[in-house]
């Protein structure tokens, strides 16, 4: 099981506390479907798809992203018990939504990458290590249900 | 995976707007793996690794100038780092899942300097540009 020092904790709910969830959400989702166009396979239902800039323009990823970021915040708040707060979800990712957790290791590092991207000097080496151990939880804790 | 006349575009446009900064960006590409990969370390034991390295400014440097050379021959990539490709096979031995650790904190470090210019479609271009150097250097590896 992933542990969080306290420094990590401080560094994830600092940077945290800063990001627009719709904004940060939406891009992250964007930049996965465009720099890995097969993870477009989810997403057939979203309407156009065609291009970077209809896939950065697309309502329903906005939409989608904010809801996959929205649920990373809760996961933020429970860091010392991943695995059952995303119990439920992992169950609906391989019972519903049938994907392989490639895709959460994928996503995550868009998410550092988009995060890199928006907070510029505060985005050290230390902040990244942080983030990087919580994307790694998250997507494991994301895949302890898979069967 | 191939790269498109718009990805080679993309790649050569962001190279060039780095600038004289590649070395300094392939520096914290390091660091940035370094300190978020620890294993990474273990190919650089005779290194001092710790911030403001001088022996990891010489070798981002390094990185930096053979990834300039690479931009400029992308219609070529395994003529152009065959040298080196021979060197991480029969020399170095790095393990290949390290290059994807290194690919991605130099994606880290270029959102993190030029965030206006790292658009969604130069992100994506550059992503295939350093997978495609990845798998030409450990091409040789049996």
């Known amino acids: 099981m992933v542990n969080f020092t306290a420094e990590e904790k401080g560094l994830i709910n600092g940077l945290w506390s800063k990001v627009n969830v719709e904004d940060i959400g939406g891009e992250a989702l964007g930049r996965l479907l465009v720099v890995y166009p097969w993870t477009q396979r989810f997403f057939d239902?979203?309407?156009?798809?065609?291009?970077?800039?209809?896939?950065?323009?697309?309502?329903?990823?906005?939409?989608?992203?904010?809801?996959?970021?929205t649920s990373f915040g809760e996961a933020i708040k429970n860091l010392d018990n991943l695995k059952s707060a995303l119990a439920k979800l992992s169950e609906l990712h391989c019972d519903k939504l049938?994907?392989?957790?490639?895709?959460?290791?994928?996503?995550?590092?868009?998410?550092?990458?988009?995060?890199?991207?928006?907070?510029g000097k505060e985005f050290t080496p230390e902040m990244q290590a942080?983030?990087?151990?919580?994307?790694?939880?998250?997507?494991?804790?994301?895949?302890?249900?898979?069967? | 995976m191939v790269l498109s006349a718009k990805d080679k575009t993309n790649i050569s446009e962001a190279?060039?707007?780095?600038?004289?900064?590649?070395?300094?960006?392939?520096?914290e590409a390091l660091e940035r793996m370094f300190f978020v990969y620890p294993t990474t370390k273990t190919y650089f034991p005779h290194f001092d690794v710790s911030h403001?390295?001088?022996?990891?400014?010489?070798?981002?440097?390094?990185?930096?100038d053979a990834l300039t050379n690479a931009v400029?021959?992308?219609?070529?990539?395994?003529g152009a780092l065959s040298a080196l490709s021979d060197l991480h096979a029969h020399k170095l031995r790095v393990d290949p899942v390290n290059f994807k650790l290194l690919s991605h904190c130099l994606?880290?470090?270029?959102?993190?300097?030029?965030?206006?210019?790292?658009?969604p479609a130069v992100h994506a271009s550059l992503d295939k540009f350093f997978a495609s150097v990845s798998t030409v250097l450990t091409s040789k590896y049996r």
């Open chain 2, 72 to 78: 400029g021959h992308l219609d070529d990539l395994p």
């Open chain 2, 52 to 64: 403001g390295s001088a022996q990891v400014k010489g070798h981002g440097k390094k990185v930096a």
């Open chain 2, 107 to 119: 994606l880290v470090t270029l959102a993190n300097h030029h965030p206006a210019d790292f658009t």
């Open chain 1, 130 to 147: 942080a983030w990087q151990k919580l994307v790694v939880g998250v997507a494991t804790a994301l895949s302890h249900k898979y069967h």
């Open chain 1, 45 to 69: 239902s979203f309407g156009n798809l065609s291009s970077a800039s209809a896939i950065m323009g697309n309502p329903r990823v906005k939409a989608h992203g904010k809801k996959v970021l």
């Open chain 1, 98 to 119: 049938h994907v392989d957790p490639e895709n959460f290791k994928l996503l995550g590092n868009v998410l550092v990458i988009v995060l890199a991207g928006h907070f």
């Open chain 2, 15 to 27: 190279w060039g707007k780095i600038g004289g900064h590649a070395g300094e960006y392939g520096a």
